[in-house]
């Protein structure tokens, strides 16, 4: 999609990317809640079902399905450290710069700065 003047494509990806950020900390907290949950839930079998004509279905949530499959639902095996390749900050000052409340987009760039830190 031609989208406009030079670039509007540019910080149209980096809104993108600031909205992915969010549904990334929605699906891991949601699955977290689940795996923390009295009950012991499937969570790649879990994934499946939601990706199956659900309003939460997405690329994203078959990545996770994925990883959950390989990696059981404990997720050993793969690292806790999220690192940001910049457009969730850019997205996050532009919401300042703006006046636009992103409140989703900026915990979500948090939380990545959470994870790279020494559990204490």
Do not use: C
């Amino acid at each position: 999609l031609y989208v406009g003047q030079p670039g509007a494509g540019h910080y149209a990806k980096m809104v993108h990317n600031g909205i992915e950020y969010g549904l990334l900390q929605a699906y891991g907290e949601g699955f977290e809640i689940l795996e923390k949950s009295p009950f012991d839930y499937d969570l790649a079998g879990v994934a499946k079902l939601w990706n199956s004509g659900s309003v939460v279905r997405s690329w994203l949530l078959e990545l996770a399905q994925i990883a959950l499959e390989e990696y059981g639902n404990d997720l050993d095996g793969i690292r806790d450290y999220v690192a940001d390749s910049g457009e969730g900050r850019w997205t996050v000052l532009e919401s300042l710069e703006e006046s636009v409340p992103a409140p989703v987009i900026a915990l979500s760039l948090m939380m990545r700065f959470r994870s790279r830190q020494d559990e204490s």
